[in-house]
Nanobody, 124 residues
Framework: QVQLVESGGGSVQAGGSLRLSCATS????????MGWFRQAPGKEREFVAT????????NYADSVKGRFTISRDNAKNTVYLQMNSLKPEDTAAYYC?????????????????WGQGTQVTVSS
């Protein structure tokens, strides 16, 4: 069992930055690919970013490419999402997830564990 706890959400003006963190339990963090997803009110959950178990491969949604950076620290069992140049359309609840696979994946169905989410609100 893997438990995920997100933090770092908040309110920011357009153009600002936030860094989300996702701390995980267990001693097998380095075996899991990790992902960030988001869900805005009235919309379906969508993929944001993913990183392979080793951290050597990343992938991003087109909407955040060049603005967001996913990274991980396997020694701290933590994955991060650095969000720069935030836009009002980035407003959503952000969820981290863990997949028991080595490679990165944008498919939510491949993720086995999910956090409770952290809210990000970007005002214009």
């Amino acid at each position: 069992q893997v438990q995920l706890v997100e933090s770092g959400g908040g309110s920011v003006q357009a153009g600002g930055s936030l860094r989300l963190s996702c701390a995980t339990s267990g001693r097998t963090f380095s075996r899991y690919a990790m992902g960030w997803f988001r869900q805005a009110p009235g919309k379906e959950r969508e993929f944001v970013a993913t990183i392979s178990a080793s951290g050597g491969s990343t992938n991003y949604a087109d909407s955040v490419k060049g603005r967001f950076t996913i990274s991980r620290d396997n020694a701290k069992n933590t994955v991060y999402l650095q969000m720069n140049s935030l836009k009002p359309e980035d407003t959503a609840a952000y969820y981290c997830a863990a997949a028991n696979i080595r490679y990165s994946s944008s498919w939510p169905t491949q993720y086995d564990y999910w956090g409770q989410g952290t809210q990000v609100t970007v005002s214009s």
